[in-house]
């Protein structure tokens, strides 16, 4: 139990001591809410960050093997060097290296119907493997436009 104003209360997550099954103060274990960084652990569960290492709550960071912080998917997306392939979770397009994500939050392979410039193409969804460039879109060879000879290679 804890003392509360002179009075035996029973434990609970706010009352600012280790107990019930709290793995640090007011956190962790099955009772509690998650831990914060730098908190008292026995296991990933008992972390914000999904983290216990020896344990401590760890920050997360984009190689723990654990989807926690900003991550769009797995150590991967926008807040880490690494953007996720196809088939990953994304919140947003900067999350996948396609530059594609799905309202579903699924990265896309590139398309030539995406609305984004991205694969081999020289514009937004044309050139090379798309269909050709209409007139003031970027190209890299002629056969990129739709009109012959339009391409400025200069």
Same mark, same amino acid.
């Given at each position: 139990? *804890?003392?509360?104003?002179?009075? @035996?209360?029973?434990?609970? @997550?706010?009352?600012?001591?280790?107990?019930?099954?709290?793995?640090?103060?007011?956190?962790?274990?099955?009772?509690? $809410?998650?831990?914060?960084?730098?908190?008292?652990?026995?296991?990933?569960?008992?972390?914000?960050?999904?983290? @216990?290492?020896?344990?401590?709550?760890?920050?997360?960071?984009?190689?723990? %093997?654990?989807?926690?912080?900003?991550?769009?998917?797995?150590? +991967?997306?926008?807040?880490? &060097?690494?953007?996720?392939?196809?088939?990953?979770?994304? %919140?947003?397009?900067?999350? +996948?290296?396609?530059? $594609?994500?799905?309202?579903?939050?699924? +990265?896309?392979? &590139?398309?030539?119907? #995406?609305? *984004?410039?991205?694969?081999?193409?020289?514009?937004? #969804?044309? %050139?090379?493997?798309?269909?050709?460039?209409?007139?003031?879109?970027? @190209?890299?060879?002629?056969?990129? +436009?739709?009109? &012959?000879?339009?391409?400025?290679?200069?």
């Amino acid at each position: 139990g *804890v003392c509360a104003a002179g009075a @035996c209360a029973e434990p609970t @997550c706010g009352d600012g001591v280790l107990n019930q099954d709290e793995t640090s103060v007011d956190c962790g274990g099955s009772t509690c $809410a998650r831990c914060p960084v730098d908190a008292s652990c026995a296991v990933a569960a008992d972390c914000v960050s999904g983290v @216990c290492v020896d344990g401590v709550c760890a920050a997360p960071t984009c190689t723990d %093997g654990v989807l926690n912080g900003a991550e769009g998917d797995i150590d +991967c997306g926008a807040s880490c &060097p690494t953007l996720c392939g196809v088939g990953a979770t994304c %919140g947003q397009r900067g999350d +996948c290296e396609s530059s $594609a994500c799905s309202l579903a939050g699924i +990265c896309l392979a &590139p398309s030539c119907s #995406d609305l *984004v410039k991205n694969g081999d193409e020289t514009d937004v #969804d044309c %050139g090379a493997s798309c269909p050709a460039c209409e007139l003031g879109r970027s @190209c890299l060879v002629q056969e990129d +436009c739709a009109s &012959p000879n339009l391409c400025n290679l200069g």
